[in-house]
């Protein structure tokens, strides 16, 4: 075997095992460093910061700065015409950790119909949702926007154990026809979705806004 596939396999091995081997406890020097998924902090009044990032307090210029320059900032339309800007890291690395990062930002929908009226470029995604990418005045306007919530898609997988071990254990779990099952933590504002059949994901609102992550789930939950 070649060095460079060995060593491959060492960083894939590395990142699958993390989730489960990263020691528990008070020791705080990889959080200051990293700040990992499992490592939330809820504030007084209700609203929580993960991986640096506060949310409905972080704005979209502190953002872009925290992380760099590899990102796509764009409005989404769905097939319901319901919009939301979105900021796309599809090189998320925290620590040994990869994976991709979506942040919402906190937008009216009348506000980012307006910016879609006047976009720079339109198109369509893989999925058939609209996307539109703002024009340099409405770049400017939407620096001071704060980042409403955080959806994570890491690229190890998760599994049952492991989100207990690192999560602890949810206040509630509901199950979809699809095979996804959801793990609660209003406390945290945080649901983890393990699908037996695609990619886990982490979604991250601030734990005093919680409905607005859990409401939508009941519609599709089986009894």
Do not use: C
Request: charged share 20%; hydrophobic share 40%.
């Amino acid at each position: 075997m070649s060095s460079k596939v060995i060593t491959l396999v060492i960083v894939i091995a590395a990142a699958l095992a993390y989730f489960a081997l990263e020691p528990s406890g008070n020791d705080t020097s990889v959080a200051k460093t990293y700040s990992l998924p499992w490592q939330i902090e809820v504030h007084d009044d209700g609203t929580s910061t993960v991986f640096g990032i506060s949310l409905e307090r972080t704005t979209v210029n502190e953002l872009l700065l925290l992380n760099g320059e590899d990102h796509e900032l764009a409005i989404i339309s769905d097939s319901q015409d319901q919009s939301g800007l979105e900021i796309y890291f599809s090189h998320f690395s925290i620590g040994p950790l990869q994976g991709k990062l979506i942040a919402r930002v906190d937008a009216d929908q009348q506000q980012l119909e307006a910016m879609q009226a006047s976009a720079s470029v339109a198109s369509y995604t893989s999925s058939g949702s609209r996307k539109f990418l703002l024009n340099e005045a409405d770049l400017n306007i939407i620096q001071d926007w704060t980042i409403e919530s955080l959806s994570y898609l890491p690229s190890a997988s998760l599994d049952e154990d492991v989100v207990l071990e690192r999560f602890g254990t949810p206040s509630e779990r509901l199950s979809r026809e699809e095979g996804i099952e959801h793990f609660l933590y209003p406390d945290k504002g945080l649901d983890i979705a393990l699908n037996a059949e695609g990619k886990e994901l982490l979604q991250y609102v601030a734990p005093r806004n919680f409905e607005k992550l859990r409401a939508p789930l009941q519609a599709t939950i089986q009894p």
